[in-house]
């Protein structure tokens, strides 16, 4: 077997355009492996665990693309790099026509766009906050995808939207759906009279398919980021969200969804949305039940209770076609048919999730059930793996952990 490495110095592709190449290389002929990324720290130790590396790595940086191929003899190499060489061309063509007008600046964008109100901001997170910036200044909404933003720089660009009476969605907001559009990943949810604010993606793409699923629709799914409620940050965003949310005709129920804030920014969020005239769900996974209920708000333990809520709180809507607890535990359903294919030496949980907020709800409800689970997440320093590579007894592991992607 042989291997070769390629750099291509300050070419920037997004992450989800460099896994959907990555696959597409490895369906190539000859080639046994295929890794397309950019050269970051965690990509470059990536390659070195998967034995894709030389010294040209070292070379490597953050806004470098990096095209490291497996392939089993000499001969392969050159005809594979060259098939990949084309993808590549193909993947910048077909960008190139879908608009006549490629942005090649913010401000060259923002004239020829006037009329638009929402940036989304999607490049390396050491630019990240200057581009969103900018966003601000005139006056746009915006919404930020990159991750690696400095948490001063978050407050200092909140501070800037909340004065200017704008969303800053984010950093590291991986989902939103404004007047319909979606932004980022998002799922086709149809229109309805249920409005979210949720500083976890995971949580609120689960929250909005549910409600779908359960024959209801969304006003706004607004993202906050993170960190939004964390201690520093204050809980600017939610905030926002929900005053914009109160103010809105068209949205009659309210959705809050985060992992438990800090505490004196949880009193703030609460107390703030017990002022609203509208029904409030609250879903802060973790969470006291006895403090949310304190401000007259409708709790919720998971996410799929808070959608349940929600949609039985809209006016004129009845829940139809979704009911996971049959699924799952009826005679013949789900659990018994998976129970079947095991045997008898088979006696612990292994979870696999690709969102934190979805494996903590797991976490969560697996405990009551099971005692101590382990995970690369935080929920629980008692029960954190030392390797996420290795399970100790009852593991879930959450595939979506900075250390994976």
Known sequence: MKHKIIIKKNSYYDSVSLMQLSDKAKLLPNVLDAVISMGTETNINF???IDLFDGHLDTAGPNDLVIAIRVEDERALESSSKLIENLLN???SSEQKASEDK???FDYTLRKNADANMVLVSIPGEYAYYESKKGLIADKHVMIFSDNVSVEQEIQLKEMAVSKGLLLMGPD?????INGVPLAFANVIPQGQIGIVGASGTGSQQVSSLIARMG??????IGTGGRDLSEAVGGKMMLLGIDALNEDPKTKVIVLISKPPAESVMEKVLASASKCSKPVVVCFLGGRKDVIEKYKLIAADNLEEA???AVQLAPGKTIGGYSSENELSATGGLAEIEKAKMNSNQKY??????????CDESIIYLRQIFGTIYSNTTIDAGTKLTDSRISM???IIDLGDEEFT
Do not use: F, M, N
């Open 47 to 49: 390659l070195k665990d």
């Open 90 to 92: 193909q993947k910048e």
């Open 103 to 105: 942005p090649v600046s």
């Open 173 to 177: 907001c991986g989902t939103a759906i």
């Open 216 to 221: 209801s629709g969304i006003t706004q799914l």
């Open 307 to 309: 959608a349940l809520k």
């Open 349 to 358: 949980i292994r979870g696999l999730y690709a969102g934190g907020t979805l």
């Open 393 to 395: 007894r009852d593991t």
